[in-house]
């Protein structure tokens, strides 16, 4: 620490022989720094306050049914475009700025420095905005903030409405466009139902679904017939075992003896109304049972022919029997049912058939179709949905023209401050001056290096490394100590005097910018 000061005592000590540099540097900076100070043109600062209010008494109303956007993005966004190169050039030719550029280049340093000096800034609650800038003439510094805020609000209702045009626009293509994708989808459809009709799946069902379902009703059948045959066959051993218990009968016409014939074709002729209540006339069952009755009816016909041909007449015996004729009948029935049967066997068996033949081919054809359905599927859902966000996107627009999301209030509107806000001279002057004397100092040290001497034998020994055996100490004679002192009190002489010139500068900028009373 000693040594530290011992140090700069030597630097001040140095420095000291070239004072009067000091003052021959200070004095010029100053009165220049000044001067320039002095001529720097005021500065006023025109400020507003706009609200931005969001409430809207259609929002809740209209929940799920209209597009609801963000409101604070939105205000956001506004924000940041606010001070776009568009906007600044606006701005520009509202407020006259423009008329001082006549090059390219200068209305490009123009907008530049129009951007750096207009803030926009929160002003201490939520949705209010302050709005301000700065510029050397108060009357233009208030016409830009208040195109600033014309701006503002044009811009925001212009984008609203032209990005609900921009969506409602978009929007119709993409309908069109899927209508055009919905019609094809559907034409496709139809050609491709129309080309495999005998292939197509029924009721939902697919191939293994329809053969699984085809075994199964054709086991039921085969059981079904299995069981009528057994009792056919019962039945007709009951009635090769069945003895007349009444003896001989009277003669009688063959027409009055109901042959077993008939029997089956009235049996079969009651399963085909049952039939009839409960499928149509194209059904595979009721057209078997009537190729049956009419086969059973030709040869009851052929029969009884030939009958009346040989013999007109004949004895009863067995057919008079009660217990032969409920056989007889309980027979034919039988045989119906079984013939009957036979035929649904056959149908179904059939139907395994055709199915197994197209092992390969269906569920290539359900594969096919179920590609198609799903593409109609996703463009009618995605038609559907257009639709839907285009009605959305019609009682948007509706509401914003009714009633605007953003509402703008001018809270402050543009006022220019009466004092100006720029230079702080008093802040620049005293800037001036401590520089100003900083570079005096600096000059007169730099000289002091310059040029070293020795002041102190302590300083030659630091330096040479070789011993002092003695030094002579100067003594001042009366004239020359007084010359120092004369010296000593012009120099602080010139320097209070560069203060007071500095405290009246500043007097005078305070009188200037203090309000008048």
């Avoid at 300083?459 to 030094?471: D, H, M, R």
Wanted: charged share 25%; net charge neutral.
């Amino acid at each position: 620490m000693n040594e530290l000061m011992s140090q700069l005592s030597t630097y001040a000590r140095t420095t000291w022989r070239y004072r009067w540099f000091t003052q021959m540097i200070a004095w010029p900076l100053c009165l220049i720094g000044w001067l320039v100070v002095y001529l720097l043109p005021n500065q006023y600062d025109a400020t507003a306050r706009v609200y931005i209010d969001t409430q809207s008494m259609l929002r809740p109303l209209l929940q799920g049914l209209a597009v609801q956007t963000n409101v604070s993005e939105q205000i956001q966004a506004m924000l940041r475009t606010l001070l776009s190169r568009p906007n600044l050039e606006k701005v520009a030719r509202m407020s006259d700025l423009d008329m001082q550029a006549k090059t390219p280049e200068e209305m490009e340093l123009l907008l530049n420095r129009l951007g750096k000096k207009i803030v926009l800034s929160n002003a201490g609650r939520e949705n209010l905005f302050s709005i301000s800038y700065t510029y050397e003439k108060p009357e233009v510094a208030k016409q830009v903030v208040q195109s600033l805020l014309t701006v503002f609000v044009e811009s925001s209702l212009g984008d609203t409405r032209k990005d609900t045009s921009a969506a409602q626009q978009f929007i119709d293509e993409q309908i069109k466009e899927y209508e055009e994708k919905l019609s094809s989808a559907e034409d496709r459809l139809k050609d491709f139902k129309r080309q495999n009709m005998n292939v197509m799946p029924s009721e939902g069902r697919g191939y293994y679904e329809r053969l699984q379902s085809e075994t199964a009703i054709l086991e039921r059948a085969k059981l079904e017939l299995w069981e009528s045959e057994n009792r056919r066959d019962e039945l007709h051993r009951q009635l090769d075992g069945e003895e007349p218990t009444f003896g001989l009968m009277t003669a009688e016409p063959i027409k009055t003896t109901v042959s077993a014939t008939d029997t089956r074709i009235q049996a079969l002729q009651t399963k085909l109304d049952e039939l009839l209540l409960r499928y149509t006339d194209e059904h595979p069952d009721v057209t078997s049972l009537r190729k049956q009755i009419s086969e059973l009816q030709e040869q009851d016909k052929k029969k009884r022919e030939s009958q009346a041909a040989a013999s007109p007449v004949r004895p009863t015996t067995l057919e008079a029997n009660p217990v032969y004729q409920r056989l007889k009948i309980a027979l034919g029935e039988a045989e119906a049912n079984v013939a009957s049967l036979r035929v649904r066997v056959k149908e179904y068996s059939n139907r395994i058939a055709q199915l197994n033949k197209l092992v390969d081919t269906v569920p290539q054809v359900e594969a096919e179709l179920a590609r198609l359905n799903r593409d109609y599927a996703i463009n009618k859902q995605n038609y559907e949905t257009l639709i839907a966000r285009r009605e959305s996107a019609k009682i948007s627009e509706s509401a914003e023209q009714s009633s605007d999301a953003l509402k703008f209030k001018i809270v402050d509107p543009p006022r220019v401050s009466l004092k100006p806000v720029a230079p702080n001279r008093p802040l620049l002057a005293s800037a001036v001056l401590v520089a100003g004397l900083g570079m005096g100092i600096f000059f007169a040290f730099f000289l002091s290096q310059l040029k070293p001497t020795f002041d102190h034998h302590r300083a030659i020994v630091e330096a040479t490394n070789v011993p002092v055996l003695g030094y002579v100490s100067m003594v001042s004679t009366g004239a020359a100590r007084n010359k120092r002192r004369v010296e000593v009190l012009a120099f602080s002489a010139m320097t209070v005097g560069l203060f007071v010139v500095f405290g009246f500068y500043v007097a005078m900028q305070v009188l200037a910018n203090s309000p008048a009373r």
